[in-house]
């Protein structure tokens, strides 16, 4: 048996040089509680970049998943209000992810609208709901145990939504890599018309990978509103989306479907975590961050694009897949970095 | 002068190697091509036919050896530097954009303008007067290139390839997709061209049809150049011969069966879809039925209608008995009925995918448990059909690196995995070698012995006689004729086809 080395470990060398680099730059950097509050950091972007995973493999795109952060807290913070207990509040925070992505996976499952368009509409939607339930007002949640969702700690130091993230993780890389359903989602992205030939059943492939994602958008709106201890018809506005989907795509998830790993977009979201956190302690402008971390993807993303085509452009040139416009430039297996 | 008769020498190639990381896929090739000879180069799949059209084309490096321009070597480090020199290489898939005009597509790349503005009439006039040149005056310069066949659409590549100059044309295995009407018109434009001055090199399996146009036929086999020789020294025998390495009989030892006593696994009636109608065809076990046609003729269509892939308006269908309806390929395949499709690169295989994740993707229910896949029990499955089929190459690797002939050997296997009744082959010989070719009808012969009810469709008459129980030759959607036993002939068979067609 030959060895072969991870995919992952390109990425992962990168997050370790800017980890290094960070502590050289600022003491504070490398210290338990600035490591725990990057990993808290990360956490939203974690949950994002592993659901959004699931539909990049398929070669499709989510972009509600920022939109339902705020959508999911204020209907958590609503059920808050109307004296429902914790549980239920969250149920129906998540409800409110998942049913999004139920509504997204059969919008472009049966009615055909590409995932950009029906997920852009939908992000549409579920950013002006909040907005016009609460008037953009913020609706605080008081109850210790919401709170310890997303303040507590386990044996006083590890946070719990880091715990819930890893959590996510392990059982998503799980899925993906060992199970019946994982297979298919790598099958439909590498080869629709393939997997439709082979019986796999598409249509529930499709529809399902968008309700993962929205579960996983809504479950991280339930973790914001516990850290915010109220639900914010803003939240996620910002730059969420656009950090999710870059942690996935700088961990390796491919934009054109089939290749991709959890823990690739595990560390991407590491990296990106780390970079805003690093510039938050070295005071960086937050003008400036965007900037940075849009220069780190295009850098991460060229890298690996080099690394995964060395032997790959050969294939691509004669393996013909030249089929005009489609998009099949960019669908060449990623070789594996082997020694 | 002593560059006289280097000069007369077209283009020379030098002792060519080729390996990657210590394996060398190409020894020492050498080849001389003079202005206006068409060169066959024939050899199986991974005889390094692609290496030299890499190396040639300026894809790839050769590792040693050189390659000789009209006496000064040339270092071809690029596909746009081996053009510029006037080498051009027309592959499988075509370069041309299908949304653009005949005439855009001509001029691709070095479009006549006149103040910065594309000049399009007279690219159209040109284009026009090139067609004519060259007897494909019914072709329209302004129709957008995807109204035009695969055949027209790969001479308007090879008219590009002119306007530009070219010196050489490289030609992979260009009639692969090509109907018998349309490989000779492909021939003649060859002939015409290199009376010009025009040089080919041909890549192909087909020994006849290289016959039929070369003047030199190059023989490589396992990256070794065994025979160069001119036409006039050489036979097809030979070559065939040299190719295999060994002779290959077909062994054509098994009887057909044109019994009664065997049972209709699949029977169809009135089967009409936009493209079909079908009166009434029955499937036995342990029976093999040829279905052939010309393209057009419906013989995919059918087979995709049956797996269903394709809608149909009407028809009665059951299997072993059972009313069938075939609502979407997973209802086939969990009836038992598969369909091994004949593009293999375009709806086979899944790319990114280790090959044996292709092998059992139609089949993961077996493996598994709450579930989750058995490891264990996937390598047990796919390492016996890696031996039952002599399946070549690292089946962890993603298939794409597995060459064309070993992806056909998974994807059958990806359909022999499961229990099914009928197994349907469309073109289960396409892109693969002389050798798999035998193999594979071999197998398709036992795993009628193993009681499956077997359809196939191929485009090769030859193909069809040596597997075929029964052939039903299909027109216009129908099925026009069922032929058995003696009947079975290749002339028959062709003129069946072919009668009637021309109204």
């Not at chain 1, 919401?146 to 386990?154: D, L, P, V």
């Not at chain 2, 306007?163 to 009407?181: G, H, V």
Request: hydrophobic content about 45%; charged content about 20%.
């Amino acid at each position: 048996m030959r060895h072969k080395v991870p995919n992952e470990l390109g990425i992962t060398l990168v997050l370790v040089v800017i980890v290094v680099i960070l502590s050289f730059l600022s003491s504070m950097f490398f210290t338990t509680s600035n490591v725990f509050t990057l990993l808290l950091n990360s956490v939203n972007i974690g949950l994002l970049a592993i659901g959004e995973s699931f539909v990049l493999l398929t070669g499709g795109i989510d972009l509600s998943v920022g939109a339902v952060l705020a959508f999911s807290g204020v209907l958590t913070a609503l059920a808050f209000q109307a004296h429902m207990p914790w549980y239920v509040a969250c149920i129906t925070g998540i409800l409110a992810g998942l049913l999004t992505g139920l509504f997204n996976g059969i919008v472009i499952r049966y009615t055909k609208v590409p995932p950009f368009i029906a997920t852009f509409a939908s992000m549409g939607v579920a950013s002006s709901i909040p907005l016009i339930v609460t008037q953009a007002n913020p609706i605080p949640i008081i109850n210790k145990t919401f709170e310890y969702i997303g303040q507590g700690f386990i044996f006083r130091v590890i946070p719990v939504p880091v715990v819930i993230l890893i959590i996510v993780a392990i059982i998503a890389h799980v899925v993906l890599s060992r199970t019946v359903f994982g297979i298919h989602v790598y099958a439909f992205g590498g080869n629709r018309q393939s997997s439709r030939l082979s019986g796999i059943n598409t249509s529930r492939i499709e529809v399902l990978v968008y309700v993962i994602s929205g579960t996983l958008a809504g479950l991280s709106g339930v973790i914001l509103a516990s850290r915010l201890a109220s639900g914010y018809p803003t939240a996620g506005a910002g730059n969420s989306l656009f950090e999710g989907i870059s942690a996935a795509v700088v961990g390796g998830v491919s934009l054109f479907g089939g290749i991709g790993t959890i823990p690739g977009a595990f560390v991407g979201a590491l990296i990106i975590g780390t970079l805003s956190d690093g510039m938050n302690i070295m005071n960086v402008d937050s003008y400036w961050q965007p900037l940075v971390i849009g220069a780190v993807i295009l850098i991460a993303v060229t890298i690996d694009t080099f690394r995964s085509s060395k032997e790959g452009r050969m294939k691509l040139r004669f393996k013909g897949i030249r089929k005009g416009a489609n998009k099949k430039l960019e669908e060449t297996p990623k070789e594996r970095a082997s020694s | 002068m002593d560059s006289g008769p280097v000069k007369d020498n077209f283009i020379r190639v030098e002792n060519l190697s080729k390996s990657y990381s210590g394996v060398t896929v190409l020894h020492d090739f050498s080849l001389v091509i003079r202005p206006g000879e068409v060169h066959a180069l024939i050899g199986h799949n991974g005889a390094g036919k692609s290496t030299v059209i890499r190396m040639l084309s300026g894809s790839e490096a050769p590792t040693a050896g050189e390659i000789i321009l009209d006496g000064q070597p040339v270092n071809l480090t690029s596909p746009r530097i081996a053009r510029h020199l006037g080498i051009y290489t027309v592959f499988q898939e075509l370069r041309l954009i299908d949304e653009l005009t005949v005439s855009q597509n001509i001029f691709l790349g070095k479009e006549l303008s006149s103040k910065g503005f594309s000049n399009k009439k007279k690219m159209n006039d040109l284009a026009l007067t090139l067609l004519k040149g060259h007897n494909l005056s019914h072709i329209d310069v302004t129709a957008k290139l995807k109204s035009l066949s695969h055949a027209e659409r790969q001479l308007i590549e090879i008219m590009s390839c002119i306007t530009n100059d070219a010196r050489l044309i490289l030609l992979d295995e260009p009639t692969t997709a090509l109907q018998s009407k349309e490989v000779q018109d492909l021939m003649n434009t060859i002939r015409e061209l290199s009376q010009k001055n025009i040089s080919f090199l041909f890549i192909t399996h087909k020994i006849e049809e290289a016959f039929s146009v070369c003047t030199h036929v190059t023989v490589l086999r396992n990256g070794q150049m065994i025979s160069s020789k001119s036409i006039a020294e050489t036979n097809q025998n030979e070559v065939f011969e040299y190719v295999a390495g060994h002779k290959i009989v077909e062994v054509n030892s098994w009887k057909r069966n044109s019994g009664n006593a065997l049972e209709v696994v699949l029977e169809v009636k009135n089967l009409k879809s936009d493209v079909l109608e079908i009166d009434s065809l029955r499937v036995k076990r342990g029976e093999v039925i040829g279905l052939y046609g010309l393209v057009g003729s419906g013989r995919t269509e059918l087979l995709e209608t049956l797996y269903g892939a394709r809608p149909h308006t009407s028809g009665n269908m059951s299997l072993v008995g059972k009313p069938y309806h075939p609502k979407s390929p997973s209802v086939a395949v969990r009836s038992g009925v598969f369909l091994l499709t004949e593009e293999r690169k375009i709806n086979g295989i899944i790319p990114q995918l280790n090959s044996k994740m292709n092998m059992i993707i139609a089949s993961v229910d077996k493996f598994q448990k709450f579930n989750f896949l058995r490891n264990h029990e996937v390598d047990q499955q796919t390492m016996k059909f890696v031996e039952r089929l002599s399946i070549k190459g690292d089946m962890r690797e993603p298939i794409v690196r597995m060459s064309g002939g070993n992806q056909q050997k998974v994807m059958l296997a990806r359909w022999l995995i499961p229990n099914g009744q009928v197994l349907m082959l469309d073109e289960p010989t396409k892109g693969v070698d002389i050798g798999v070719k035998a193999e594979i009808h071999a197998i398709i012969r036992d795993l009628a012995k193993q009681n499956y009810a077997i359809l196939v469709v191929s485009s090769e008459v030859e193909e069809i006689v040596a597997v075929s129980d029964i052939v039903a030759v299909m027109q216009g959607g129908r099925i026009k004729t069922m032929l058995e036993d003696n009947d079975i002939t290749e002339n028959r068979l062709l003129a069946e086809s072919m009668e009637g067609t021309q109204k």
